[in-house]
Nanobody, 116 residues
């Protein structure tokens, strides 16, 4: 099973930007879609953004217009560019992927904290 490792989290002030990266141990072109989820303290894990193998992207309403998901199958990477960050974006962010056989892979998460 492909391992996913997130990086790029940290502390940022409101209005700032962060770029999350997800490194896969195997080929990402085996994944039909790749996602970013986040889990806010005390809440269930929620889908933030999804990108398919055809590069069709979709976003949760709270992040539309501020976050951009991208994938690079040559580098086996998934990214999440987060702009205009708000305190309510503070969460543990997870990389997730589904292959064409329906098998799932999850990363361990990277913490994003938006605070002044």
């Amino acid at each position: 099973q492909v391992q996913l490792v997130e990086s790029g989290g940290g502390l940022v002030e409101p209005g700032g930007s962060l770029k999350l990266s997800c490194t896969a141990s195997g080929r990402t072109d085996n994944f039909y879609y790749m996602d970013w989820y986040r889990q806010i303290l005390g809440q269930p894990r929620a889908l933030v953004a999804r990108i398919t193998a055809l590069r069709s992207a979709s976003y949760a309403d709270p992040v539309k217009g501020r976050f951009t998901i991208a994938r690079d199958d040559e580098k086996n990477m998934l990214y999440l560019q987060m702009d205009s960050l708000k305190p309510e974006d503070t969460a543990l962010y997870f990389c997730h992927a589904n292959d064409y056989m329906g098998r799932e892979s999850w990363g361990q998460g990277t913490q994003v904290t938006v605070s002044s």
